[in-house]
Every structure is written in structure tokens, then in C-alpha cells.
């Protein structure tokens, strides 16, 4: 019948007002700050709800003291104590509770603090295998509580929004046969059947399809996803998407849901209005005013194409390009105080566009009375006007070119500019611009493997004018495609997709998969098409990439409670780790070692 | 631009009333009934919704009449029609939509359907694994939507209600360091690593206990759950439980949690009132009133013991057993009609009995005037109204008698009397009967290993009258553990957790985890507990085994959208399966196939 004795909050550390005053309380927490002036401690208590400033007066009784003497930070104790209002020169309105502290009459300390290994809310000084090591810790910071709420936010109302709306969640398995195409799989291998192995999904793609054959109609599920990728930047091998599936839908209804529903996350979640409908841009006119297929709308800047006038000028390297089928773009970059167009920040700016494939990046300062001067602007003698007026450009800008003969390269290196200079000339307004990527290349060159394959996935719908020439000129296929993009970062994939059998396997074989392979791979998802499949589509925002937006993250590892370092590790549980024998024995399993390079 | 061409349904096959008369409609959907009289064609239109009845006139142009000639079950269709009003005597109060039919104008052929393996909606007729690999099928079913749709609805009220009571949802990972005790991990294979390997959670205990540590205060999760256990019965490779921790609470605290979460979600959901508190009965009292652990409340025919009355009794074997400290325990079946005690009968009682031990089901029958007779009725002479009080017995009642050495198994063995006569007598009332089974043993003897092992887990707190006494005396200590139980099945279990690292390393020990091996698998935990952990405890109930039992349902299969069937199989995909040379040598891997059996 026992249980542990401690004395039990009577409210939290975030709670208490002048409205309380003379209540006897009692607090659980951590102590947050601790002060001593001769014998008056001042401990600043902290759970999850605030902190309050508990204090033991220096009439307290000896025991009192001596519990008070012995506090560290981060001791976890159980305050009792009296509420009392503070002085007014001592109100402080940065704290909820500011109003108010409490005097203690009796402090238990429920467990004890080692030495930190750094401090709460140091989190972005403190190196990140540290804070990673010891979680438990940097999970006490304000920062971490924040997201991890704005998260569990964020995930409740899109479920309350899709629930209004007659869908269901369905949970999908994670232990599903191992269909790998794009990235690898990770395998689980089966202990009862030696040799065969389970694979976690890449996503529910073909389940959720599978349900939308089983009449389920309206499905979405928040579900885990694993790559086997190799670690770059800011992937994790295991990441968290809302799953979204309909039946008898076209494209635009599923744009049209995703709208409502992130205008309505967003009012409850961020009381924060977006438009009702986001701006869309075909996949050819993304690259074309911004450079790439996940344009930032944060801020201006658009590309121009430039050709017509790269040919009137007298700049032989753009009028070759052009001459042969190649492009010449601009974009200018406004006057802006405070930064100087040196040669040594173009020279900046050249190295960005050069890793995307730029030979160069060509220049034009603008001047007084609109002159054109340095880098190629002899080459525009007469075509000033023209010029000013094509890329919109004003006294103090600085015009850049990039020419290309492969158009993708062109608006990619480009693209890399404006970026840099979105960041440099502080262009990007607080916003979150949202938009639609439509009419996506259906298929992309495998230059390596000397074939096309899916851009997207290989069960993506061609738009009905290509279906006679998918196999003729796959690479002029658009497909019923779409991305949602928001402030630079593409939140979220999509597509209307085949139910058809017979084209489901063209694809297949477009992307290399005969129809031996395909069936041996696909074969239930084939199956599955003989027997009534409506028409349908989908799409599935990541939610770890939207809440590290919302919460103005440049890193999902701040919204994960417990993400893997880069190199694929967890410092605090230090997996992956080595098992017993009997582990690989009972799973049939044997390690090849690579053998130590020479 | 394009988009795939069919006609869109306006509304749900769900939706039309007499209202709607004569307004044009699209229906999408599949032909669930199809009924041609000449050249008049019924079909009855299915969708996620409902069923509309769709009539295709004996007026209807030539066209209409090939397509409508051409359906079969299960194609997927769209229909344009008029709504019309049914005659009186047409009009059918059984369907939503029964008041209306829809004359069609066009129907539109979306997917044909081959030759169905099985008809939709006999579901229960099936042999499993034909549903199983044709789940698209099944899926289509009444029954398999409804229960979906009660698993999404069951979900997101638990989701709503902790929500509403400052818990956060948080995910925690699915691949992290293996740890085993008790079940078998799933492994996953590092490709980075070379023998290395990440494990799949069999729940997430440790990292809640984490983010208690972490000062989250209140989580909870609907989480995947992994065990590679030996397939049986009703059990799944992976499972759904609803996860939840709290800090600074008392075993009472989650109690009362879990009981205002299913009192509210019961009411939402199922339309049921349940009682504001549960029945709370210790582990003891248990299994002296019901002989098991997860009692099925539904029914009474209590437990008695009868150790006194056996004493005074001349029956040697029940004299000697409890001269012994033995046990001998009755309970009394209650007279039914239609239902005959025969020989027979009791013979099938006492098979019930011997699988859990019983020597022997000892028996009398009470007949006119309260007359014994028959069984072991001639030792008890003279104390027939002590033994008609004591088991409360009327007549045409029978009374049963256990008696054992062993306590656990005199019980167990009347139980299983106990659920057989629930069941053949029909006692079981419709209702949902939760109680709370308290005071559990913390550990429970491992006689295969020789050593003392958690009855629950290693992280379950010990009664406070028990700390001195851990060690000397394992068998007697009592644990701050608690089960729920739903009409005979255990649907959640949990603890106030141990968060002292002397103590947790104590209990480590008692169960045969030496200090290093201890430091090695858990040590993550242990080092958490350094740093000011809260006292905290949780609860997990069993998402499937609680859809399960408010569907009236009694296998997990029926809730689950993808089970793998008892071989640990998914019939629809083939996994587990073999996967690529190549998959295998990025992961170090290599098989090692048991020798065939000579």
C-alpha cells in the first residue's frame, strides 16, 4: 500500500499570482538559480510551466537553512511553502510569476545534481555530441520545451484538422517486404525464417495506396519513415511525415486540402494568417524566375532572362552561348545600405555561382543617373536603358549574368546568387511563403546507370498528353506532380497516381525494372490494381523540416527529442552498438568484417 | 496542365434523402450489388459512406445499357444521375439512403475487377490468410471500415483528452541500442558500423523515463512496439500502445489519469457511461476472488476458500492437503436452464482445471430442500448449510472444489472453471468491466535460470516497507505496479518508477545484472539518474487489445490494417523475404543457414 513519500505540487512553478498571495503551496522542480546573501537563499524554481523565485528568509530554522545550504543547480526538491506578494521594486515582469515569491518553510531534496557538463539553456554554445550525450539535460532548456510543444502543436491540429474532414488515420506496419528503388532500405532480419529479412518502409507509399484500393478513401497517418542514406547535413535515418491519401481526387483537390489545412494549423498554432490559396509556379517557371524548383519568397530578386539582349551586346562569350542554343540570365541586386558591391564580395558571390556549374559571374554596377560602369558594361554601350528597365534595376544596384549553355545550370548557379545575396542584404522578410511546384519532369536521366527513372516515384500519374510518348521522349514528360515549398525548403511531395495495371508496368520498364523484377517487387502493389482501384492521390508534408520552419530552425535535430548525430550515432545511448552472440546466432547472422586497408 | 478525365463525385454514396429530389448528382464508388431485370439494371453503389441505390432505366439509351450490361462486382465507377424519391412501398428504412435511387444518365467505367477470391463482406466465412493476402479486398468490408474508423476515432480521443491535460506528445526513436530482457530485440543492421547494430524498442520505456529526467512532466505517445517473440496466438511482431509518463505523481495520480481518460473517451466514443472510479483489487485478493490476475468482471461466481469447512470435512485428500498448508478453494455454479450438470459436463470443467495444475475438480450438487448429492457430498455430511452459507449455493446449483499444495495454481485452475461456466452458462453480461489489480510481487522466480527476475520490469518501484529487505527476501516484495483489466483481459500495465541509482542498481543485481553488465546496457539511464532525476511513473495501455475488446472482436487481426498472420508472415507482400547479394554485402552481413535436419 505504500508509496514514496515526497510532498506533492499543489501547483506548478508558472501558476502563482498576487491573486495567491498568503496561500500555502507546494512546488516540484529543478533549482534553476540559487543565490545566497549571507543567510537568505533565493532559489529560482523551474518545471515545465515558468519558474518561481522561492526564498528562504534568514529567520528560517536551522534545518531549513542547512537543506537551503546544501542546494545545487539542478537539484530536483519539493518546496512548501507561503506565497507572498513582492515588494513593487521588486516586481519582475518578465516572469509570469514576477508578482509573487514564496517562503519556504520546509524543502526536501527528492535527488541530487553532478556536476553539469554545461549549462541549461547554453544549448547552441555548447557543442552538439555534448548536448546530444547528455539529452536529458538539454532537453531542460527552454529552447527544447518550446519546440517539443510546438511540435506535439503543430502534429495534434493537423490531426484535428483531417479528422474534421472525414479522414481516417490508419496505421501502416513497419515491418514490410524489402522493395528497394532510390535509397536503401534498412533490413531486419527474421530469426524464425534463416536468410529472409523484413525492411522498414522508405514510407507507406504502397500501403497507403493499398488502402485507397481497399475503399479507405480519405487516410493520412504521422509516420515514421527510414533511409539508409549516408549521413549529410541535416539527415537523420529515421524522420516523421504526415502521410496523406484520397480517393476520386484530382490535383487540385489535394492542393486545395493542404491549404485549408495548413491555414488553419497555422492561425491555431502560430496565430499567424496565411493566404488562402498559395501562389503556384510550374517547375519550368521556378527555374526560370528563381533559378530552382524551391524558390525562398521571403524576398524579390527575380532571375531574367536576358538573351535578346546578350546578343545585341558585344560580348562575345554571351553571344556564343546564345549562338548555340544557351542561356544568359540576370538578376539585380538592390543597393543596400551598409554593404558595398566590392570586387572581393563578387568575387563572393562568383564562387557561389560556381559551384553549381557558372563559368563566371558577370557584373554591372549601376551609377549615377543610371550609368553603367565596371565589369561588362562596355560591352552594353547603347543598350543602357534597355537593360535598367529589363532587370528593374535602379541607382546603387549591382547587376549579375550568368550564361550557360545547359539551362538547368544556368538557373541553378544563379539561384546560389540570389540566395546569398537574400542572406547578405538582409532581403528576407519574417514571413512564411508558402508555395505550389506544379508540372514536374516526370522522369529524370540516370547518367551513371545509363537510364531514365521516376524524378518522384515511379507511381506518379503522366499528364493524359504524354501517355503516347512516355516511351518515345520520356524526358519532355510532365507528370501530375506536385511540391509544396516554403521559405526555400521544400515541405512536401506529392502526386496523383497511377491505378492502372498496363501503366503502372511502362513506367516500370521506362525506370529499368523488367517485368520479372518489377513483379517480384511491386507484384501485390499490381495485384492490387485488378480489382477496382479508384482514382487517387496524395501527398506528404515532412514534419520534422516544418516545425524546425515554424520554430526558425536551421536544423531538424532541434525538434527531434532524440535525433542521431550526423555521423548516424546517438552519444547518449551510444547505438549503433555491437550484440551478443547469441543475438547473431539466433538470426542466422554472420559479421563480414571489411578487412583493414593496408 | 491535364489532369486525369472521370466525373467527380459531388457527393458520398452515404448522403442522398428525399431532400435531394431531383437534383443531378455524381457518385463515385464500387458496385457492391448488381441485379439486371431485362433491360433494367439495380446497382447498388458502395462507397466509404454507404450504398445508393443506382437504377439504370429500361428507357436508357443503348450506350448506357452496354456499360451497364458490361459491370460486375466490384468495378469502380462514376455514375451521373437525377435523384428520384422511392414509391412508398419501394423505400427501404434499413439504408441511409433508402428513401432515394439514382436514375443514371452516364456511368463511366474507372476499373474493372477481376474475378473476386472472395465475396466482400464474408469476411468471417474466410480463411484468414486469403483475406489476409487479398487485405485490398477485406478492406472493403463493413465490418473492417467500421473498425478502422473506431480505431482513428478511439486514437484521437485519447490523443484529445491528455492534450487537454498539459501532456505532450513526443516521438521517441524506433532505432536505438539493443538492450534485451524479458522478449528479444529486432535488430537493424548498420550499413556504417560493421557489426554494429541498431535494435527496434520493445517499448519506449527507458527514453520516457528520459524525458522525465528531462523535465517533460507529462508525455505520452501512441507508439510501436517490437518483440521477436515466438509467434502465438494473438500476438503481433509489432504492436500499437498508448505510452505515457508523469513526473512528481503517486501510484493514485495515474490511476485516476487513465480512469478520466476512458470515462471520457467511452462516452465519445462507444456512447458508454463508466463508473467514475474502477474497482481496485490487490494482486491477492485478486486471486483468492477470481483465481487470476485479470479477472473477467462480468460475471460474479466468486472464489471461496474452504479451508476451514475441508478441515472439518472426512474427505482425506482435501484434510491432508490443508494439514499441509495447502488449499482448497470452491465456487459455485450457478443452476441455468437448458444447461445439464452432467458427468459429461464436469468432466469438460475438470479438463479446464487440470491445464492449470488441479489434481482433480471435486464436486456436489445441491439439490430439492438443499440436499447435497453426488461427487465428494457424503464428506461433507453435517456440514451442509456451513458449505451452502459459505459458497452461497441454492438449489440445482453445483459446487466445485480445487485443492493444491500450491496457492497460484489452486487458484489459477478454479479460474479457468470459473471462465469456462462465464462462458457455457452464459453469465457474461454486455457491459465493459475495468479494475485495477494493485500490490503486485516485484519479482517473480526464474527457475529455468535459477535466479529472481521483474515480474513487470526492472524500473518499477518497490513498496517502501520493502527496502531492507530486497535482497533477503525477493519473493515477498511488493511493487508500486499496477494492471488495468478490461472484461478479463490485462489492457495496460505500469509503475511509479524507481529514480535513485543505488537503488535502481539493487534490483539490477537481485536480477542477475551484474554492476558491469548493468553499466553496459543501461547505463545511459543509470547516468540520467545522476542529474536531479523527478520521481515519475507511467502507464501503457494496448492500443489494439483495446479496439479489440470495444469491437466485440477477439483476435488483434480484426483492428489491425496490415497484420502478419501467426507464422509472422504478411500473405499480401511475402515478408519476411530474401533480399539482394548486394543489400547483404552493404551490410557485413552473412547468412548463415542451419544445417538441414538429417
Not at 208 to 218: A, S, T
Not at 237 to 246: A, C, I, K, P
Not at 525 to 548: C, K, S, T
Request: proline share 4%.
Amino acid at each position: 500500500m505504500s508509496e514514496e513519500v515526497f510532498s506533492q505540487r499543489t501547483t506548478t512553478c508558472g501558476a502563482l499570482t498576487k491573486a495567491d498571495n498568503g496561500k500555502i503551496v507546494v512546488l516540484n522542480g529543478w533549482v534553476h538559480r540559487d543565490r545566497n546573501h549571507g543567510a537568505l537563499h533565493f532559489i529560482n524554481l523551474r518545471d515545465r510551466y515558468g519558474i518561481t523565485q522561492v526564498v528562504v528568509d534568514d529567520d528560517a530554522s536551522p534545518a531549513l537553512q542547512a537543506v537551503a545550504s546544501e542546494l545545487h543547480l539542478e537539484y530536483c526538491i519539493a518546496v512548501t511553502g507561503i506565497v507572498r506578494q513582492r515588494p513593487d521594486s521588486m516586481v519582475n515582469p518578465e516572469m509570469s510569476t514576477g508578482e509573487i515569491e514564496v517562503k519556504a518553510q520546509s524543502i526536501e531534496i527528492l535527488s541530487r545534481c553532478a556536476p553539469l557538463p554545461f549549462q541549461i539553456d547554453d544549448g547552441k554554445e555548447t557543442r552538439e555530441d555534448l548536448r546530444l550525450k547528455y539529452r536529458y539535460l538539454d532537453l531542460r532548456s527552454q529552447g527544447m520545451q518550446q519546440r517539443l510543444k510546438l511540435r506535439h502543436d503543430f502534429i495534434l491540429a493537423c490531426r484535428k484538422y483531417l479528422s474534421s474532414r472525414d479522414f481516417y488515420e490508419i496505421e501502416t506496419p513497419t515491418m514490410i517486404k524489402s522493395t528497394p528503388e532510390g535509397a536503401r532500405d534498412f533490413l531486419v532480419p527474421s530469426r524464425i525464417y534463416a536468410g529472409k529479412f523484413y525492411a522498414l518502409p522508405q514510407s507507406p507509399q504502397l500501403f497507403k495506396q493499398i488502402l485507397m484500393v481497399g475503399g479507405m478513401d480519405k487516410y493520412f497517418q504521422i509516420a515514421r519513415c527510414y533511409r539508409d542514406e549516408d549521413a549529410r547535413g541535416d539527415r537523420q535515418l529515421e524522420f516523421t511525415q504526415l502521410d496523406v491519401e484520397m480517393s476520386f481526387v484530382k490535383r487540385d483537390d489535394v492542393l486545395s486540402l493542404m491549404e485549408g489545412l495548413f491555414n488553419s494549423v497555422f492561425r491555431e498554432v502560430m496565430n499567424y494568417e496565411l493566404p488562402a490559396r498559395f501562389r503556384r509556379l510550374t517547375y519550368n517557371d521556378a527555374l526560370n524566375t528563381y533559378g530552382c524548383d524551391k524558390p525562398d519568397l521571403r524576398f524579390d530578386v527575380p532571375l531574367c532572362d536576358v538573351n535578346e539582349l546578350a546578343q545585341k551586346s558585344s560580348f562575345a562569350t554571351f553571344k556564343d552561348i546564345v549562338a548555340n542554343g544557351g542561356y544568359v540570365k540576370a538578376l539585380c541586386a538592390p543597393k543596400t545600405e551598409g554593404v558595398d558591391f566590392s570586387r572581393k564580395y563578387i568575387t563572393e558571390l562568383e564562387d557561389a555561382a560556381k559551384v553549381y556549374g557558372a563559368q563566371g559571374l558577370a557584373w554591372i554596377k549601376v551609377g549615377e543617373n543610371k550609368s553603367l560602369s565596371g565589369g561588362v558594361s562596355k560591352f552594353f554601350a547603347g543598350l543602357e536603358a534597355e537593360l535598367l528597365a529589363k532587370v528593374d534595376a535602379k541607382e546603387g544596384d549591382l547587376i549579375l549574368f550568368v550564361a550557360h549553355q545547359n539551362w538547368k545550370k544556368c538557373c541553378a548557379s544563379l539561384s546560389a546568387v540570389r540566395t546569398k545575396l537574400g542572406r547578405d542584404l538582409k532581403l528576407i522578410r519574417k514571413a512564411f511563403e508558402f508555395c505550389w511546384i506544379i508540372d514536374f519532369p516526370l522522369f529524370e536521366y540516370n547518367e551513371e546507370g545509363g537510364h531514365w527513372e521516376a524524378a518522384h516515384h515511379m507511381f506518379s500519374m503522366p499528364q493524359a498528353e504524354y501517355l503516347d510518348t512516355l516511351e518515345s521522349d520520356p524526358g519532355s514528360v510532365k507528370g501530375d506532380l506536385y511540391d509544396l515549398v516554403l521559405n526555400g525548403y521544400e515541405v512536401a511531395s506529392g502526386s496523383i497516381r497511377i491505378h492502372d495495371v498496363e501503366l503502372q508496368k511502362r513506367i516500370f520498364r521506362i525506370c529499368n525494372f523488367d517485368d520479372k523484377t518489377a513483379e517480384e517487387r511491386f507484384g501485390f502493389l499490381l495485384n492490387a490494381f485488378r480489382y477496382g482501384p479508384p482514382p487517387h492521390g496524395g501527398i506528404a508534408p515532412g514534419v520534422d523540416r516544418m516545425v524546425m520552419i515554424m520554430s526558425e530552425q536551421t536544423s531538424i535535430h532541434e525538434v527531434i527529442a532524440f535525433p542521431k548525430n550526423t555521423a548516424a550515432v546517438s552519444p547518449m545511448d551510444d547505438s549503433p552498438s555491437e550484440v551478443d552472440q547469441q543475438q547473431l546466432d539466433d538470426l542466422h547472422l554472420i559479421i563480414n568484417y571489411p578487412k583493414p586497408k593496408a
